[in-house]
């Protein structure tokens, strides 16, 4: 059993227990595939005849019913107190409520409406998605046949058993993990587990298990998966959590994934806290030893915390994703998880299928070729005929087949009579049709099926009109297409005929002899047109992808040519098993594509990429995506993927396209801009004016600002910066994906902080020796409450960008109309009826004279040391 050999290399975030019971399922399913039936039988003490009701019911007992998720429904009590109990929600809250103990009713509203605006918005966004084990039941609410009794009976899918003889049919689902008892002609559409398009093989004996994985053993059919065609009975082995399913069902619900962004915003939020734990008893002490009024130094400390907290911040990142969305929406992106919007744009690894994704999804006949490889129009002609008049499960093959324009225009299918046909078997591995052509009045029996089988059966060959001996034609270079197309990565078949007694009415397998070979067919799943300018815009994006299919290795390679994407090594499935997590960390830095995968090879490659500090998106459709969705920083499904991989995502793309990925990606980069951009500048200035106060604490002879001053001011800019959801961002800020440097924002904060605080020591220079306020205080207080709000409000602009604001880059109108009115509120107060309730006084013309000089001083400098900044630092 080398395959199992590191297959569960111990994983740094799987515990010990979940991979005992990983490798106990694979064990199992190893040990019934490698020995025949009877030993399957003997193990489950089960026969052929199937259980008896007694039997069944101390099996339901012991395994419980043939469910694979947990009865529990979504708790959105849990959900809401999860998002209420977030750092940000709880300090605003606390400051709220000693707000209202001190009678600061006005604090107490405004921070409160902010937090519930909050809380509102994140609850509204989560609770639209239900937890994925909930949808994953409801692929098993149908009935499958079993044999109790000896009888054939319908019951539930619930209710099988280990142990249970089922029988399957063309369109019936798999009621659990099975060992093929017999079969005839099955095929197995696996997509949902593989990603593969095309349905596969599967039969009772399988020789070859050590070079595969156990989603390849020929002999086992797993549940989830569905019969395409052909009928089966099989013994079913593991039901519930215990199959395939139920393990991948089981590591959904163990998800305890927290993106960046939520890391980040919590790191930034326990440094406010420790800045505050550290200015508020500042504050509180030194104006209490300074100024003797104990109770007064603790509203004006009271007032401070609140102008500290950026309260703004759980609207603003609500707002900012909340509009994404919607912008998203338009854009063909429905959101699930608004954080998953700020993941997107720093995302610089996309994992992806190829199916549907890279091709457009369905099988196509590619090519119709005769025994040179030339275009054949006998080779279409004959094997549209084969498809048209067979009356069986018509597969995608013939699907593909009957969808050719050329064949359907050109063919007069209205001249032809069917008179018998000869059904597919897995043993010929070839169906026949029995035509009659009612022009000619000749009867042609035509053949479809393995090139291998098909040229066994012929005794000559058609080239050019011609009918020439096969034993003549020599060059078996020209036989040997079908490798070449195989490794082109092709589907091949072969097509012939041959004329037959246009008396005979019944015909057999005996019949299919001394065929003349026509040609082959050629299917293809082709490349989507917009993909190849569509991968390399996203690498413009700074976005790499990687392939993560459960495909072959050769149709890997080929439509990964096709689309531009450099293959120098294809990391298969089996490998992947072999290789600890520190081997699987170095391949897959340089590794693009990987075939063969299985659910859990896909989730091991996307926490390998994750832990290397890559921001990882992974596009799936299928329930073998579920676990590699969860794992990922941004998971994307589509509309049309299996229920438990769009619950399992955080966006769900209404068109399966790259290039809707792309318009998202950069949406996803203005989000995360424009959150960045509040939190520097929020935080800095507060940072800042709380400087400048305790400046003001040690040698004032009264307080700097009156607290109903510091929250009116702390407010109105609030205000002013509710509108940076609507902000421009310029170009090269999209370009590449940038991740949350928490090390460089706090850099940021206390570089630009003490700026703004120099400019208000300039103020009370100003104010003290040119104003004589320092036995004025209410002068004092309006005078710096102005230069503050402008400041703060002003320098919006200028760090906005690394550009020069006003002359290189503009902000929003709305930010523009916000931040002026806020300026010009600032400047009418004084004057205002209002005055009198802020203890505000009416300012000289010469002190705006003085701030406007001032104003202009604070934006060349801080504009220089903006550049400065960036050239020593760069700009997030």
């Known amino acids: 059993m080398n395959w199992l050999k590191h297959i569960f290399a111990k994983s740094k975030k799987d515990d010990e227990l979940t991979q005992s019971l990983k ?90 409406v902010m937090v519930l605006l909050s809380i509102f918005l994140n609850f509204y966004q989560e609770t639209k998605a239900a937890i994925a084990a909930d949808k994953l039941k409801s692929i098993i609410h149908t009935k499958t046949t079993v044999i109790r009794n000896n009888v054939k009976q319908e019951i539930l899918l619930r209710n099988v058993v280990p142990g249970d003889v089922v029988y399957l049919y063309s369109g019936t689902i798999i009621p659990g993990d099975v060992r093929l008892i017999s079969s005839k002609d099955l095929f197995i559409n696996q997509a949902m587990l593989t990603g593969e398009s095309l349905p596969v093989e599967k039969h009772v004996i399988d020789s070859n298990l050590d070079e595969k994985g156990v989603i390849e053993f020929c002999n086992l059919c797993f549940l989830g998966t569905s019969v395409e065609s052909g009928v089966a009975t099989a013994l079913v082995l593991n039901t519930g959590k215990n199959t395939y399913l139920g393990s991948v069902a089981s590591d959904i619900n163990k998800n305890d994934h927290v993106s960046d962004f939520n890391t980040e915003l919590k790191k930034f939020v326990l440094l406010i806290l420790k800045f505050m734990a550290v200015m508020v008893p500042a504050v509180f002490l030194l104006n209490g030893i300074f100024k003797g009024n104990w109770f007064e130094a603790f509203l004006f400390a009271i007032a401070v915390a609140v102008g500290v907290a950026p309260e703004m911040i759980p609207t603003i990142v609500a707002v900012n994703l909340s509009k ?147 034993k003549d034609f020599t060059d078996e270079k020209k036989i040997l297409i079908e490798e070449e197309l195989n490794k082109e990565g092709f589907r091949v078949t072969a097509v012939a005929y041959k004329e037959t007694d246009s008396a005979k009415k019944v015909f057999s397998t005996d019949d299919e002899d001394k065929l003349t070979l026509v040609g082959f067919l050629a299917f293809f799943d082709p490349p989507k047109p917009s993909v190849i300018e569509t991968i390399k815009d996203l690498k413009e994006l700074g976005v790499s992808v990687k392939i993560l299919t459960g495909d072959n290795e050769i149709v890997t390679r080929k439509i990964c040519e096709e689309v ?99 318009e998202g990606i950069k949406e996803g ?79 940021f904060i206390l570089f630009f902080g003490p700026i703004s605080s120099l400019f208000d020591y300039a103020t ?21 409450f102005v230069e503050s709000l402008l400041t703060q409000t002003f320098i919006v602009h200028i760090i906005r960008t690394s ?30 009826p209002f005055a009198k309730a802020f203890q505000f006084l009416p300012l000289p013309p010469l002190y705006f004279a003085l701030l406007f000089i001032g104003l202009i001083l604070y934006f060349l400098i801080t504009q220089f040391l903006k550049v400065w900044f960036i050239k020593k630092y760069e700009w997030i």
């Not at 025994?371 to 004959?382: P, Q, T």
């Not at 880059?809 to 400047?827: D, H």
Request: overall charge negative; aromatic content about 10%; some cysteine.
């Open 23 to 112: 490798k106990s399922l694979f064990e199992k399913l190893y040990k019934f595939a490698k020995n025949d039936p009877n030993f399957s039988f003997n193990e489950l003490n089960s026969r052929e005849q199937g259980l008896d009701d007694g039997e069944v019911q101390k099996r339901l007992k012991i395994y419980g019913s043939n469910d694979i998720a947990d009865e529990k429904k979504t708790n959105h009590f849990l959900k809401l107190l999860e998002i209420i109990k977030s750092p940000l929600n709880l300090l605003l809250s606390a400051l709220a409520l000693v707000s209202l103990f001190v009678g600061d009713k006005e604090s107490f509203t405004v921070i409160i």
């Open 764 to 784: 009370f220079f100003v104010m003290i020796f040119i104003f004589h306020a320092w036995g004025n205080p209410a002068l004092f207080h309006t005078g710096w």
């Open 564 to 662: 531009g994407i450099v293959v120098e090594k294809i990391l298969l499935g089996k490998d992947i098993e072999k290789l600890s997590d520190e081997e699987l960390n170095k391949e897959v830095e340089e590794v693009v594509v990987y075939a063969k995968l299985s659910p859990y090879d896909k989730e091991r490659i996307i926490k390998s990429l994750r832990s290397q500090n890559h921001v990882v998106g992974f596009l799936g459709d299928g329930i073998n995506d579920s676990l590699s969705l969860i794992a990922a920083d941004v998971g994307i499904s589509v509309d049309t993927a299996a229920d438990i991989a769009k619950e399992s995502s955080d966006l769900i793309l209404l068109e399966k396209s790259l290039l809707v990925l792309k």
């Open 324 to 470: 994404g969305a919607m912008v998203l929406s338009k854009n063909k992106v429905i959101v699930k998880h608004l954080d998953a919007i700020e993941n997107l744009g720093v995302m610089d690894i996309l994992c992806t299928d190829k199916t549907g994704t890279l091709t457009e999804g369905t099988v196509v006949l590619e090519k119709h070729l005769d025994i040179y490889g030339k275009d054949s129009v006998e080779s279409l002609h004959y094997a549209f005929l084969n498809s048209y008049f067979q009356t069986g499960v018509k597969n995608i093959i013939n699907e593909a087949i009957l969808k050719h324009d050329e064949a359907k225009e050109k063919l007069e299918i209205n001249n032809y009579v069917k008179i018998d046909e000869i059904p597919f078997d897995f043993n010929r591995r070839k169906m026949s049709v029995i035509v009659s052509d009612t022009k000619s009045n000749k009867s042609l029996l035509v053949c479809t099926g393995a090139v291998e089988e098909i040229i066994a059966s012929c005794e000559s060959v058609l080239i050019d009109g011609k009918i020439i001996s096969l």
């Open 803 to 832: 550009k020069i604001p006003f002359f290189q880059s503009w902000a929003s109108w709305p930010l523009i109309t916000s931040t002026l009115c806020v300026i010009l509120v600032g400047l009418y107060l004084p004057f205002s």
């Open 669 to 747: 980069r203005r989000i995360f801009d424009n959150i960045i951009k509040y939190i520097k500048m929020a935080a800095s200035s507060n940072f800042g004016n709380m400087f400048s106060v305790v400046g003001g604490s040690i040698f004032l002879p009264f307080l700097p600002m009156l607290p109903i001053q510091i929250l009116t001011n702390n407010m109105l800019y609030d205000f002013s910066q509710m509108t940076i959801p609507t902000d421009n961002v310029d170009e090269e800020r999209l370009v590449k994906p940038k991740k949350w440097d928490f090390k460089h924002i706090k850099r």
